[in-house]
C-alpha cells in the first residue's frame, strides 16, 4: 500500500511539474538597487556657499525627506578656498528618481521655500557650474551603509576604464571578490556605485569611511599587502580594468545627513 502511494503521489508530482502548477518554494526576494545622485557645486568666492546651504536646508532637502530621499552635505578636508561643497541624494529606485524629479516643479511648498533663492540667484547667479553624476549601487552593496558615528574622514574614489568591457570587470571583480576583502582589512564601505552619467565616462565611484588619517593609511596598507588582495589583482580576467584613480576626502557639513 505504502509503495503504491509513493508512486500515486510521485505520479502527481511529475504532472503537476509539467504543467507548472507546482508551488515555488518561497525565496527572498531581491533587494532594491538604490540610485544615487551627486552633485558637485563650484564657487567663486566663498561667501556664495551660504546661499547654497540655505537652498538646501530650508527647500531642498524637507521636500526630498518626505520623498524618503536622505541627503549627504559635504566640504573638501582642509578647507579649500573658494569651497567645494558635495551633496549626495539617495533614492530608493529609479522609478522613484524619476518620479520625485518631476514632481519636485509642482510642489507649492518646496517652491514657496525655495522662492527667495531663485529670485535673489537668477541675475546674478551664486555659484560657478555643478557637475552631475548619477549612480546604480552594485550587486554586492544595493543599499547605502550609514558611517558609524565616530568617523571623521570619508574618502570618496572615482575609477576610470579604457573602455565599457573594462569598467565592467571592474565592477565584477568588486561584486564577486574585493567587497569581501575590503570589509576583512578595514576598508568600511559606505556605498559602491556604477556612474550611469556623469563628466567621467566610463567609471564607478565609491565611499569608505575612517577615524582619520592614521587610520586610513594603516588599513589601505593592510588591504594592499593583504595575500588575498596579491592574489586577487593578479587575475588574468581582471587585467587592465582601471586606468585612472581620482580621491577626494570629505567631512559632513553641520546639516549632513550621513
Known sequence: MERRNFIKASAIIAAASATGTVMASPTTPPVSKEIYEWKVYHFKNGGAKSKIDSFYKDALIPYLNKKGVKV?????YGQTEPPVIYYMLIYPSMSEYQSIKKELWKDSGFMQAAKSYFETTAELGTFTRYETYLLEAFDAIPQFRMPSKDRSLLELRTYESNNEEA????????NSEELAIF??????CVFFGEILAGPQMPALMYMVEFKDMEERKANWKKFGDSPEWNVLKNKPEFAFTVSVVNK???VPLDYSQI
Not at 72 to 76: I, L, S
Not at 167 to 174: E, L, T
Not at 183 to 188: A, M, P, W
Open 72 to 76: 549627504g552635505a559635504f566640504g573638501e
Open 167 to 174: 569598467g565592467q570587470r571592474k565592477i565584477k571583480m568588486f
Open 183 to 188: 570589509d576583512k582589512y578595514g576598508l568600511r
Open 248 to 250: 577626494v576626502f570629505l
